[in-house]
């Protein structure tokens, strides 16, 4: 196989890349590659919708693989250099790494990463990092396997995406973050569980405050664990320094061990919103573009792909979308707009 670089259509530069109303830069392209997954977490997809009668995605809707390296090459030349691979669960779908490796050849990408559950992470991490992978991020909301199972909506046991982290770090796609989304009265006690475990230079972890993604969740304030709140849990054993951000947008909030063995971030979306710095896109599974992770509609990407548009005429749209984007859901979250307004779901879009 080839490694040569696939070229965008326009060349890649600061000073070509749009910036939307708010003088935000488009840094960052999550590509869900399908809406299903055999996980049900309750604040993601709960069973009580996503049963087995729920009807995904036909395949002939989801983006080609083709269809999504073409894509990614012109958001390239709009100056994304990002990628990061969702769902659903991504490694459900079929010839995952040949996407990867196609992926990795658009000229201007600099990160390739995948959120996972792990579920199918044994057996795949040595491909996917072949195929050019770079990082993965593993969702884990406890260490005890009854709560595990509760959180994950699936009769699937912690050991098995224990063994899936662990594949992940020997194939080098380090450092592995874990990710662990808190909800009160559910899994608040397991935070410092999770942090002594995946102490150390190979991980790091993230604590999620509980988030009004989508309408089905059932999302309340009082569910919502503040980050304050863990990282003072966490730094009475654990005595923690903060530190600052590796680049413009990233939306965790870094920690470091004072002992100096390894760091920590919290994603404080709902106490302490960072729209102001967001540089992120979503990209659906069947090629509807969000401009935000609460977003109510998305833009027809797959649409224009297939009626035949040129490189050149996607990137203008795109361009005059960015341009646009006035997206800052989080700092002007209210109970009423978080409970009422029908919002894009979370397992659509992969977070």
Partial sequence: ??????????????????????????????????????????????????????????????????????????????????????????????????LVRMLSAVDGIEDLAMTTNASRLTAMAPELRQAGLRRVTVSLDSLDDARFREMSGAEFPVDLVLEGIEAARRAGLLPVKINVVVKRGVNEDDALAIARRFRGPDYIVRFIEYMDVGTTNGWRTDDVVPAAEIIDTIGRELPLEAIDPNYRGEVARRWRYADGKGEVGFIASVTEPFCGDCTRARLSADGQLYTCLFAVKGHDLRQLLRDGASDEEIEAFLRGLWSRRTDRYSEQRTEKTATRRHKVEMSYIGG
């Fill in 1 to 98: 196989m080839s490694t040569e670089k696939t070229t965008p259509p326009t060349p890649a530069s600061e000073t070509a890349a749009p910036a939307d109303t708010l003088g935000r830069p488009l840094r960052d392209l999550r590509i869900s590659v399908t809406d299903r997954c055999n996980f049900r977490c309750p604040y993601c997809m709960p069973k009580e919708v996503f049963g087995r009668k729920y009807k995904f995605l036909p395949r002939s809707e989801l983006l080609t693989f083709e269809e999504i390296t073409r894509l990614a090459g012109i958001f390239s030349a709009l100056g994304v250099r990002k990628l990061r691979l969702t769902g659903g669960e991504p490694t459900i779908r079929r010839g995952l790494p040949k």
